[in-house]
C-alpha cells in the first residue's frame, strides 16, 4: 500500500485534484493534508454536501492494479459499507464457513469468506454514516484502524488489511448509536459545509440537474437563493441540503413539460416549492407546535418574493 499512497500522494499535490466537487477549498485541503500521511478520515457534514462525491474523487485518482493479467481502475476498488444498526461483524469483516472449515481446516484461508473489508484491498473502504453501526461492530474495527488486521470470529486468525479508510457522519442526526472516543481516536476529522456561495450552488446544480427545458438563469438564481434562505431560518433546524435545489431545478423543469412549454417560468418554481421542500426541514421544538413545515414554507416563500422576486411576481401570486 505504501507504493499507492505514494501514486495517489503525488497526484494529490497537483492543483484542483478533486475537480468533481466544487468550493470546499478548506475540507479538500485538509483532507488532502490527512491523506499524505496516511491518516484514517473522517468527514463530517450534513447530508448532500459531497463527502461521498469527495470519496469517489479520491479513488479515482488511486493508480491501476495489475490483478490476474488486468488492469483494475481506483475506482473499482471503492466499497461503499451503508451505516446501519442491523449491519454486522460478519458482513464487515467476513465469516468461517463451517462446510469449507471442515474440509480444509477452520484456520485456513480457503475457509474464509471475505467481508467488504478485504474486497477494499488496495483501495478505499467507504464506511458511510459511522454513527449509525452498532458497538459490536464499532469495537471491531478497533484493531483494524489501530493494527491493520482483524481476527475472525471466535478463531484467533489474523489477516491484514490494506486500505484507506474514509468515514462519514452527520452530525446533526440524532437518532444514531454514540461513537465511542477511543474510535474516535483514530480519524481526523474534516469539517463539510453547505457550498459556500450562490455561484458554486448554481454550478453544481447545472452541471448535476437534469436538462429537460430552458431554465433562465435569474428563475435558476432565485430557486438557489431562496434555498439558501431557507438554511439560515432560525426556526429550522434541519435545513434543506445541496439536494433541494436539485430538486426544484428538475421539478420547475418537469411542471414545464407538463404544461407543453419547452421554458420553465416562475409559476413552474411556485408549484414546486412545498413538494420539493417541506419533508426537507425539520423545526425546532420552539417552532413546531406553532407552525408546520408547510406553513414556513409558504411563509418564508412569500416573504422572499417580496423582497427578492418582484421582477416575477404574478397577478394574485404574492399576497
Known amino acids: 500500500m505504501a507504493s499507492t499512497i505514494e501514486e495517489l500522494g503525488k497526484k494529490l499535490l497537483e492543483k484542483d485534484a478533486f475537480k468533481q466537487v466544487l468550493g470546499q477549498g478548506e475540507a479538500k485541503k485538509q483532507l488532502c493534508s490527512a491523506l499524505l500521511t496516511g491518516r484514517h478520515v473522517l468527514i463530517l457534514g450534513n447530508p448532500g454536501i459531497g463527502k461521498t462525491t469527495l470519496a469517489k474523487n479520491i479513488a479515482e485518482l488511486l493508480p491501476d492494479m495489475n490483478s490476474k493479467g488486468k488492469k483494475i481502475k481506483g475506482i473499482h476498488r ?12 460478519e458482513d464487515l469483516l467476513g465469516d468461517i464457513d463451517p462446510i469449507k472449515a471442515l474440509k480444509f481446516g477452520p484456520l485456513s484461508k480457503e475457509a474464509f469468506t471475505h467481508g467488504k473489508i478485504f474486497k477494499a484491498d488496495q483501495g478505499i473502504l467507504f464506511f458511510d454514516e459511522l454513527n449509525r453501526c452498532p458497538e459490536k461492530l464499532q469495537n471491531a474495527l478497533l484493531q483494524v484502524l489501530q493494527e491493520g488486521y482483524a481476527t475472525i470470529g471466535s478463531y484467533d486468525v489474523d489477516f491484514p488489511t490494506n486500505f484507506i479508510f474514509i468515514a462519514t457522519m452527520n452530525p ?4 444514531t448509536e454514540k461513537i465511542s472516543d477511543v474510535l474516535l481516536d483514530r480519524f481526523d476529522v474534516v469539517y463539510m459545509d453547505y457550498p459556500e456561495s450562490l455561484e458554486i ?11 429537460l427545458v430552458a431554465v433562465d438563469d435569474k428563475l435558476l438564481t432565485l430557486m438557489i437563493h431562496f434555498v439558501r434562505v431557507l438554511r439560515e431560518d432560525k426556526r429550522i433546524e434541519k435545513k434543506p441540503s445541496v439536494r433541494a ?4 431545478y428538475e421539478r ?22 412545498l413538494s420539493v421542500l417541506a419533508h426537507r426541514i425539520q423545526l425546532r421544538p420552539s417552532a413546531k407546535y406553532a407552525m408546520s413545515p408547510s406553513d414556513i414554507i409558504q411563509e418564508t416563500f412569500n416573504d422572499f418574493l417580496r423582497s427578492e422576486g418582484k421582477e416575477y411576481k404574478e397577478e394574485g401570486d404574492v399576497p
Open 172 to 175: 446533526e442526526d440524532s437518532s
Open 78 to 89: 471503492f466499497v461503499r459499507v451503508q451505516g446501519s444498526p442491523d449491519l454486522t461483524v
Open 201 to 211: 450552488e448554481k454550478e453544481i446544480v447545472e452541471n448535476n440537474g437534469k436538462e
Open 245 to 248: 435545489s436539485l430538486g426544484l
Open 252 to 273: 420547475s423543469q418537469g411542471n414545464a413539460l407538463l404544461a407543453g412549454r419547452k421554458n420553465v417560468n416562475f409559476k413552474d418554481v411556485k408549484d414546486a416549492v
